[in-house]
Each structure stands twice: as structure tokens, then as C-alpha cells.
């Protein structure tokens, strides 16, 4: 199932879009429709979550049901419950309990982080781990905050999201695959210009710095998420190509090693790091400025699309 967020409210501005409150649906994206989870279930005498987050924590049973009513007769369903998807509009999927970052994934980004941010040139033993609030969500469509008084040099990273569906504590990287709920895409915002002695996160966790979305696909429709494409573009120009086969740390010791001292629970999202091409290492190095339109693709996910507003 590709799982989305959304309001049937039209937005006036890109910063409206990133308003969320009551209107907010969980729906089921298939081809050009949107169908409202939560009314078809109710149409059919059933109950299912009307938000991501519970559905993600009601498990198995959640997405069986779900897909019954997809699977039913489409002439039974009623009116409201269906949306052309250019009707409405998307939002971050979900408000993760946590948002753990994965740095230096890509052996080509560790080569040029060492040449333009001072990191370490060898590869790293253990995967390099920071956090983000929850506060840094937007969504598809909402802005990018540039505020000038904190930096000039606000970057970007296109990633794969894994967002965890069972808690997982001190699991195997055999196991690791069996906590997965599904996939998204981050995008990984960061004011270079805002490390502090080291630390990265006021440089990665200021509101708007973690684009989410557009959908999140569930696990079994991803047949493979260690060969994904991944690609970035700013202004339509290319900036990033690469696909996720080449991860240093692949997604399976990636969740063994975090739960290995974190307990990850539902509806946690893991940004499994980025590869090269980010605007740090471009020369001369290239930034976001206010007019800017980020879009970041992962295959089989979609497009996460977020225009750069000054917040000045």
C-alpha cells in the first residue's frame, strides 16, 4: 500500500501547506485516487485509525483490513471516501517519535565531506548516528525555512526513510528487516555554518530541516530497498544520482546497531544517510536561497518536492 496524509483544504500559500489540525485524513493512494481509510472502513462496519501514526501501532491487523476494503467491489465505495489526487492536498506522513539520522553512509560523501566540511577522510567502523526533532518535520509542498540571521550556507541530502513498524530492541540484522512498516524519503536539511565544536544539531534540527514524504510504502510493495534510486535537483539541475546498493552501512546493520543501546519503537523513522553531490562539496560550493525548489526522488517512493522560503 503507498499510505499518504492529506486535507481536502486547498492551501493559499506554501506556508499554509505545512499547516496540519483536525482536517488532516489517512488515505490510500492508488494510481491517481486517494481513498479515505478511515470512511471506507466505516461504510464497510469496520474500524481502522484515521491517522498514520495509529495505524503504523495497530500492526497486521490494520493493514489486513485495509487492504480488504481496496481489494472490495470500487462501484460500493462511497463518494466521499474518494479523492483525485490533485484534489487535495499532502502532508508529512506522520510525526515520528524519533528521527535518527545516519551520516557518512555513502563512501563517495565520506570522500567529499573530508574535502569540504573537515570530516574524517578514512571510512567510519560503526555507522556515525545524531538525531532530529520531531519539530524539524514539513511536508510535501511546505517550505523550507532560510533564515539568513542563522545561516548561508543551508544545504541539502536526499535519503531513504525507513519507517519502523514493531519496537525493536537489541534485534539481529537478521531480524531487523521483520520491524520495517515501510519507506519514505527525508530530505536532511543542514546550515553547514551552524556546527557547533562538532555537533550537528542545531545545524540539522531547526523547524522545516527534515522534508518527509510524500507517502510511506509499505514494506511489501519495496521489493528491494538496497537498489533504489535515489536523485536530487535543485531549480530542475541534477545535483545528486546515486542508489542506495551503496550504502556503507546497510539498512539491516543499520537497525541492529542503533537498537542495539535504543529502543525503536513505531512509527520511528531512520534517514539512512546520503550520497554524494550535496552543496557543501560542490565547487565552488552551492547553497539554498529563498525561490529555490528542492525535489527529492526515491524509486518506486516518489517525488518529495519543497520550495526555500525566506523566514527572515
Given at each position: 500500500m503507498r499510505l499518504v496524509t492529506y486535507t481536502t483544504d486547498r492551501p493559499t500559500s506554501a506556508a499554509a501547506a505545512d499547516t496540519t489540525g483536525a482536517a488532516d485524513r489517512l488515505g490510500a493512494q492508488v494510481d491517481g485516487l486517494v481513498y479515505d481509510l478511515a470512511l471506507l472502513a466505516r461504510h464497510a462496519g469496520v474500524e481502522l485509525p484515521g491517522d498514520l501514526l495509529s495505524f503504523v501501532r495497530a500492526g497486521a491487523t490494520a493493514r489486513e483490513s485495509a487492504a480488504r476494503l481496496l481489494d472490495g467491489d470500487p462501484a460500493g465505495r462511497p463518494a466521499e471516501a474518494v479523492h483525485r489526487l490533485e484534489d487535495v492536498t499532502?502532508?508529512?506522513?506522520?510525526?515520528?517519535?524519533?528521527?535518527?539520522?545516519?551520516?557518512?553512509?555513502?563512501?563517495?560523501?565520506?570522500?567529499?565531506?573530508?574535502?569540504?566540511?573537515?570530516t574524517d577522510k578514512d571510512l567510519p567502523p560503526r555507522p556515525v548516528l545524531f538525531s532530529k526533532p520531531a519539530t524539524a518535520v514539513t511536508g510535501p509542498g511546505a517550505p523550507i525555512l532560510h533564515n539568513a540571521d542563522l545561516t548561508a550556507q543551508?544545504?541539502?541530502?536526499?535519503?531513504?526513510?525507513?519507517?519502523?513498524?514493531?519496537?525493536?530492541?537489541?534485534?539481529?540484522?537478521?531480524?531487523?528487516?521483520?520491524?520495517?512498516?515501510?519507506?519514505?524519503?527525508?530530505?536532511?536539511?543542514?546550515?553547514?555554518?551552524?556546527?557547533?565544536?562538532?555537533?550537528?544539531?542545531?545545524?540539522?534540527?531547526?523547524?522545516?530541516?527534515?522534508?518527509?514524504?510524500?507517502a510511506v510504502v509499505t514494506a511489501d510493495e519495496v521489493p528491494d530497498p538496497m537498489d533504489l534510486d535515489l536523485e536530487l535537483r535543485v531549480n530542475g539541475v541534477t545535483k545528486q544520482k546515486s542508489n542506495t546498493r551503496h550504502m556503507l552501512f546497510p539498512i539491516a546493520r543499520l537497525i541492529a546497531d542503533i537498537s542495539s543501546g535504543v529502543t525503536l519503537e513505531p512509527g520511528d523513522v531512520i534517514a539512512t544517510g546520503s550520497p554524494s553531490g550535496v552543496g557543501a562539496g560542490m565547487v565552488p560550493p552551492e547553497f539554498l536561497v529563498p525561490g529555490d525548489t528542492v525535489e527529492a526522488t526515491v524509486e518506486i517512493i516518489g517525488t518529495l518536492a519543497n520550495p526555500v522560503v525566506d523566514a527572515r
Open positions: 499532502l502532508r508529512a506522513p506522520l510525526r515520528p517519535g524519533k528521527i535518527i539520522g545516519v551520516g557518512l553512509n555513502y563512501v563517495e560523501h565520506v570522500e567529499e565531506s573530508s574535502r569540504s566540511l573537515d543551508l544545504d541539502w541530502e536526499c535519503e531513504l526513510a525507513v519507517v519502523i513498524g514493531t519496537k525493536a530492541f537489541r534485534v539481529t540484522e537478521e531480524e531487523a528487516y521483520g520491524h520495517i512498516f515501510g519507506y519514505s524519503i527525508v530530505n536532511d536539511i543542514s546550515a553547514r555554518d551552524q556546527r557547533r565544536s562538532g555537533q550537528w544539531f542545531f545545524s540539522k534540527g531547526q523547524d522545516s530541516y527534515a522534508p518527509f514524504g510524500p
